[in-house]
């Protein structure tokens, strides 16, 4: 995820900027750039790459000035290079930006401004643009006035901040569904998307709630809505440590990446609908599609391609393909797919999923493909990364950057990423009217809340975690597209408590699996309400008759039956449909595995032999 960190009133400003970009490394990136203001003019220097680039470029070009602001992007709009890396100046060189997030609206924006040159692909540059020409159009310019009118213009996400020539001592900040930080210690201004950038310097800091708009000065930090209508930030005083401060206060990265995903999942279906300049429907798009919709059209078969949990992903994809767009689908996973000779050609569609994109398997594999003269979608969550530049169109799971070897996030939004697919290839089949695509787009968008809700199940699956910590062997069920979810379930338990689990299909218990029940066995079933609910619950009887101890995962509002036979129950909010409900099982199981390896004293976020990209066969 993208870093920010601005500092106004000390002469080592660059210095102060360059540190905490450092804190924030651990959130990934892939260029880094800082800004600095004076009255005369701004001065930006960015590279692409890792900081170093960027501390090299400065020693040949430095900066001084009491007043600037620097970021580490992780591209979402634009590859990652020097051109795409933040801050953004209007032509002019009147007003600099950061921005963390996704302006969903930036298209509409930039075609607001007319016949304008933009000197990168991003997003973020458009407020800029907007930020001058607000000025321009001031007699006495004001930099917060001119933003208060940005702001107000923009939809999406954002944690964003401005300096201008005009007012140089002033860097102003404004937030929406991305941290932003504020604070002023000893004559200093500060901002930062994370308090590990501001650890240093302060632990009295503001957070600024949604909707607010901050003026740091040397003076102080003044706080107001969008109309100037001053209001109050969070308080709070910092006690963690600096390893707890980049955690976000989570002991390990795979709790924080975990309770990352409402936001994960948000950003993910952030700006998928276009309204097209004729006033027809709003049409769902990908990010980079350069697939022809009429060859999409004509494709007859679908191989879905990937490793270990994105693979998981994938069985959801084929079951969205089969259901929306009435496509045959197999998944396959991608070392085994590039060792065959599977039946491929113009018509067959290759979608490889990688969170990475860098994983050797699925890129071979995809090539596979390819030389078959296969189209290929990449679905990926890192911008630039090789399977991404090599497919011949994308889908971004706007995750974030996952640092924990063990998948969450990145799989969530995979799942969102599927059913997106699924709804495109039905659109450009003309398998759907746009007003049902965009009703469950709609829909869809409940998904961030019912995960937040399903995250207060922690507690209790805490205390199952506690009772089942050394059990040696766990059997995980399921149906439709509880299957994957098992899977990964099992996988997840395996990978960081590195206890024997395996998943299997509900139905096939009776064709062998079941003999491997005795007491004590523990068997997680995945039982949420829909078409294949009553199987599951006849399998659940099945298991417990053998001795079993059955923990069920349930939609509210059918859990009756499920409480009458397993031992546990842990029951869901309703999902918008049964697809996307896999999104919810999965978190109880997140969470029962990392619950799980903290009990067992195992290192969650670096299980042993695991690495969290693998480059190699
Ligand atoms: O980066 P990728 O999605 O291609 O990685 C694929 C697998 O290596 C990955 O999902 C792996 O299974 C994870 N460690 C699961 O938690």
Redesign the pocket.
Known sequence: MCGIIGVTGRSDAVECILGGLKRLEYRGYDSAGVVTADANDLDVVKRAGKLENLVRALDDNPLASQVGIGHTRWATHGEPNDRNAHPHTDPSGRVAVVHNGILENYQELKASLGDVRFASDTDSEVAAHLAARELERMDEPDLLLAVRRVVAQLRGAYSICFVAVDDPDTIVVAKHEAPLIVAHADGVGYCASDVAALIDHTRDVAALLDGQIARITPDGVDVMDVDGTPVEPHRFHVDWDLDAAEKQGYDHFMLKEIHEQPQAVADTLLDRLNAPPDGGPARLHLDEMRIDEHELARIDKVFIL??????HAGMIGKLAIEHWAGIPVDVEVASEFRYRDPIVDPHTLVIA???????ID?IAAASHGRDQRAPVIALC?VVGSTLAREADGVLYTHAGPEIA????K??TTQIVGCLLIGLYLAQVRGRMYASETEDILTRLQQIPAAIEQTLLLDGEVRELAERYQDTNYTMFIGRHAGLPIAMEGA??LK?ISYLHAEAFPAGEMKHGPIALIEPGSLVVALAPAGHVFGKMVSNIQEVRARGASVLAIGTDGSTADLKEHAHHVLTLPEPPNELAGSVLSVIPLQLFSYHIATLRGEDVDQPRN?A???TVE
């Open positions: 990937a490793c270990g949990t994105s693979l999923i990688s969170q990475s994109g860098e994983t699925t969550n070897v063990a998948s969450t990145a799989f996988l997840k990978e695991l969290k990209t693998v």
